[in-house]
């Protein structure tokens, strides 16, 4: 068992930048990939980025690429969303996401483990 905690949302501007966590607790962390999705009022959850269990595969959805950035650190057992140039599209809830995998993957099926979810909400 995972479980997955997010924090580090919050208002900000358009053009501003947020950085989200995902704090996990359990055994064998260091094994997941891991995976951030959102989800906008009205929407389904959308995939935003992925990493896996070395750092070595990861995946960004379009409208992530050049402004996101996910990394982690497997001694903190934390996976950090570094979100910059936001834009009023990026308002949502933000989930991280724990599942067994040698690689980064963009599928939520891929995942079983979820967090509770971050509210980000950006301002023009």
């Known amino acids: 068992q995972v479980q997955l905690v997010e924090s580090g949302g919050g208002l900000a501007q358009a053009g501003g930048s947020l950085r989200l966590s995902c704090a996990a607790s359990?055994?064998?962390?260091?094994?997941?990939?891991i995976g951030w999705f959102r989800q906008a009022p009205g929407k389904e959850r959308a995939f935003v980025a992925a990493?896996?269990?070395?750092?070595?595969?990861?995946y960004y959805a379009d409208s992530a690429k050049g402004r996101f950035t996910v990394s982690r650190d497997n001694a903190k057992n934390t996976v950090y969303l570094q979100m910059s140039v936001l834009q009023v599209e990026d308002t949502a809830v933000y989930y991280c996401?724990?599942?067994?995998?040698?690689?980064?993957?963009?599928?939520?099926?891929?995942?079983?483990?979820w967090g509770q979810g971050t509210q980000v909400t950006v301002s023009s």
């Open positions: 996401a724990a599942g067994s995998g040698s690689v980064a993957s963009i599928r939520q099926d891929d995942y079983n483990y």
């Open positions: 359990g055994r064998a962390f260091s094994r997941y990939r």
């Open positions: 990493i896996n269990w070395s750092s070595s595969s990861i």
